[in-house]
């Protein structure tokens, strides 16, 4: 049905001229179209063509969040691309043209807000792209009443109140619950586990549901905090776990930029153990320490150019076309190399459309109820399922299978893809609970 995808690689340096122009005017407030180079062609197979639909981005381009946000850009184009190159998203007999239009929220809820109301009401978007946390709470009521599907990628923003918002695409937190179980069974004699992360919405709530699963797994949590968003300077932080002694440092969710700022003092300051994360960008990393320091650091990201995934695969196809197009002295260059954040995001995109084409239709509800009634849907990250009702009081959560990496010589590679529903069954109760006094549960928030 949708246009083949795959993919890989590490951190972004600096966005390519055309992207920087279009994020200043959306820091100076406004909404702006996505370049693409393809225009959408002439429909296949002689079906006639309806109206375009529009997508929106709603992230932080600038900021110590765009690590998570600016990068998802081009994934998301690949895909509109690909589509508009068949004559656009079939619907109903009917194909559809796509068009992207992003806004920098900077991760500020009324920033958010403020470009949420624009994408809908200036742009007609029909679904968008996000990262969450603050902007998924300040967006949610505006979003809930025009029936607009906003993609997270935090499963944790997932509400029954929120009932237009999707997530898990990126498997947050679900590999955060996971890294814990992974450790102990690769080696039974880690006992000490230390977590850290910023005291926003994402990194309270994300934070909880790891300690509850490290608890289950037998883990003695030994340093549970979090580290105001305003942090500078990580030495005292670093210090104050280490005086803990852990034999594995988890930094959550931790922003990019905060993750290489942590990973350095542990360096500075001596830590031995495991480095254990969300999302590592090695690339960013090893311009502080040195490569053998990060060897088996484990996080959830992988690289699509991972020989997991083998040849022919949705994976290969994406990498050679996103190096073709963006890679260092492609035609649309970002003067980087890929990373996890640029097929992050398509996932839920995909997800949406497909979606659209069960459906028949663009119509929130049902493009909702159709995914749920599917067995699987395929996502980039292997077959996924409609779930989450026990965690979120909802089944908007998408569940892929959860790949776990650790890093060779400087490169992550997947060790394992974990099924997180079977895991989190025998679990639950135990998991539950501690979440709940952390208040962090869906109904406490």
Do not use: C
């Amino acid at each position: 049905m949708l246009p083949r995808m795959g993919l890989t690689r590490r951190n972004f340096f600096k966005a390519s001229s055309a992207v920087i122009a279009a994020a200043a005017a959306a820091s100076a407030g406004s909404a702006f179209e996505v370049p693409s180079l393809i225009k959408p062609a002439n429909a296949q197979s002689n079906e006639p063509v309806g109206e375009t639909i529009n997508i929106g981005f709603l992230a932080a381009l600038s900021g110590p969040d765009a690590g998570w946000g600016l990068p998802g850009l081009t994934g998301n184009q690949i895909f509109i691309d690909r589509t508009n190159a068949e004559g656009g998203l079939l619907v109903a007999g009917k194909r559809h043209p796509l068009k992207m239009f992003a806004f920098d929220d900077e991760a500020v809820g009324s920033k958010a807000l403020q470009g949420a109301k624009q994408l809908v009401l200036e742009n007609d978007v029909k679904f968008i792209s996000a990262i969450g946390g603050n902007p998924a709470d300040a967006t949610h009521p505006f979003l809930s009443k025009k029936k607009v599907i906003y993609a997270s990628l935090i499963s944790t923003d997932i509400k029954p109140d929120r009932p237009y918002l999707i997530a898990g695409g990126d498997v947050t937190p679900r590999i955060d619950m996971l890294r814990p179980f992974y450790h102990r069974f690769v080696d039974p004699s880690l006992k000490r586990w230390a977590v850290v992360s910023q005291d926003d919405t994402i990194g309270l709530t994300s934070q909880a549901w790891e300690v509850g699963s490290a608890l289950a797994d037998g883990w003695d949590v030994v340093y549970d905090e979090h580290y105001a968003i305003e942090t500078t300077d990580f030495a005292p932080v670093v210090t104050a776990i280490l005086a803990t002694k852990p034999d594995v440092v988890s930094l959550n969710l931790s922003y990019p930029t905060f993750v290489v700022q942590i990973i350095e003092q542990l360096y500075l300051q001596g830590f031995k153990g495991i480095i254990s994360a969300n999302y590592l960008d090695t690339e960013s990393i090893l311009q502080k320490v040195p490569v053998e320091y990060i060897e088996g650091a484990t996080d959830s990201f992988p690289l699509f150019d991972d020989p997991w995934w083998g040849t022919p695969s949705w994976q290969h196809d994406f990498i050679t076309e996103w190096m073709g197009r963006y890679g260092p002295g492609a035609p649309e260059t970002v003067n980087r190399e890929i990373t996890g954040i640029d097929w992050d995001h398509v996932i839920t995109l995909m997800v949406w459309a497909e979606g659209a084409q069960f459906a028949g239709t663009f119509d929130p509800d049902a493009v909702l109820k159709s995914l749920r009634a599917q067995a699987s849907v395929p996502t980039i990250l292997g077959p996924a399922k409609m779930a989450g009702k026990e965690m979120w009081g909802i089944d908007n959560m998408i569940s892929p299978p959860i790949p776990i990496n650790e890093t060779r010589d400087g490169i992550k590679r997947i060790q394992a893809q974990v099924r997180f529903d079977q895991w989190f069954e025998s679990r639950k109760d135990r998991i539950i609970k501690v979440v709940e006094e952390k208040g962090q549960m869906h109904y406490q928030r």
